[in-house]
């Protein structure tokens, strides 16, 4: 993927957790209420005048040994020369200059890569001059900032896009994100897709679906396009000589097929059907991504519990997608509509989501540490190298001594993991093991 990097470091407490999830929480606002989704990862996307990229907080990942900050430090700085299009470097203005920035500042002096060196906790602008010492890293000017105050992020977001690579175009046709739009007849399909499009008043334009069993509705937000994939629009203009709910779950399942990201809509009156299992089911296998759209929930007599019971009930039927995000929304009176094409965009980055093999392999040695991998008959499960070849859906491969000590509980154990560390929301993850030839 080509959006640039951004790799965050700094000694521990200097404010890098809080600035990293100051800088990605403008863009995770949009699911804040949403069940399923985590924080406190390392990898965050983030957009800045229209500029986005992924940042790294190398402060999460806890390296092996018994992590001298200064071992912790130099190997944060390795990483980010390795991984990053750019480096934030934050240095703590309260505490003045260390010995160990200085230890990293000589690392980071030595790469080509650009570096913004950022002086936190600076909380009063009164207070500037004491970002001056921090000239003596050799980084050239720093910016001082409060992450707790807000004050300066913009400013020196500013100077981070300034350092990034120049935008590659992608290819066209991956602009595109393609959502299924899923459920039986009469959960409100098409009456979500206008409301969707009437609420963006963007329409492209009304094109006829490839197949003739789906209407195609592009339209664009954001700079973003969306291809709609209705499978209800031609109901009412076909005559079909099968049964409605039959012929609907062929519909449904060559339109996933199609798409990036599942619309699984549900009506709130009847909570999960079989059939809506199965095509989720599908869509798991098939590697799609996926939310959950609880529509028509104007029905619903509420208390505070509601949505809450809901979703647990929703997460017991769909045991496989634990993943999904969970909408509870009302195509007539628009509650939580304009939210839909943010949470699609949001899970189709999260589908398309390729994470840097060192991370990668930093998160499942700190698994392995916390929680050995399983032996059998004496011998044990090494994990020497995990690599993610592919994206949509995120796929690793694990190089294992022996594959047959993998259980599937450690797999599930390792999932747990990525996804803790990676997000990965609203996508299945597909876990290869291969043995070592
Ligand atoms: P990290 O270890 O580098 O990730 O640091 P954290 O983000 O966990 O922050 C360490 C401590 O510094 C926390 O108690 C933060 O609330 C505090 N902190 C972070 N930014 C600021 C700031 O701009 N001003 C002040 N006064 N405290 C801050
Ligand atoms: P489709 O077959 O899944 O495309 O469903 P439709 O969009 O045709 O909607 C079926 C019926 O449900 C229509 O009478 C809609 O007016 C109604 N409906 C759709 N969404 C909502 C909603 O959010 N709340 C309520 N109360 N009715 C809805």
Known sequence: MSKPIVAIVGRPNVGKSTIFNYIGRNRLSIVEDIPGVTRDR???????L???????????????SNDKILTAMRNQAKLAIDEADMIMFIVDGKTGLTSADNEVAVILRNTRKPV?????????????????????????????ISATNALNIGDMLDRVIEHLPAEHSEPAENDQIKVAVIGRPNVGKSSLVNSIIGEE?????DIPGTTRDAIDTHFTKDGQTYVMIDTAGMR?????????ERY???????????CDVVLMVINAEEGVTEQDKKIAGYAHEAGKASIILVNKWDLIDKDGKTSLRFTENIREELGFMQYSPVLFASALTKQRINRVTELVKYVA???????????????IEDATAINPPPSERGRRLKIYFTTQPDVKPPTFIFFVNDPEIMHFSYLRFLENRLRESFGFEGTPLKLVVRGRK
Do not use: C
């Not at 390392?42 to 800045?48: H, N, P």
């Not at 229209?50 to 092996?64: H, S």
């Not at 913004?116 to 910016?143: Q, S």
């Not at 008043?201 to 334009?205: A, D, E, H, L, T």
């Open 42 to 48: 390392i990898y965050m996307d983030a957009e800045w």
């Open 50 to 64: 229209g500029r986005n990229f992924t940042m790294i907080d190398t402060g999460g990942i806890e390296f092996e």
């Open 116 to 144: 913004l060196l950022v002086v936190n906790k600076i909380d009063n602008m009164k207070n500037e001059a004491d970002i001056y010492e921090f000239y003596n890293l050799g980084l050239g000017d720093p910016i001082a």
């Open 201 to 205: 008043r963007v329409i492209v334009s």
């Open 236 to 244: 009412r203009k076909a005559k079909v000589d099968m049964p409605v």
């Open 248 to 258: 609907s779950v062929i519909r449904s399942l060559r339109a996933v097929d199609r």
């Open 349 to 363: 980055d999260q589908h398309a989501m390729r994470v840097a093999t060192s991370v990668l392999n930093q998160v």
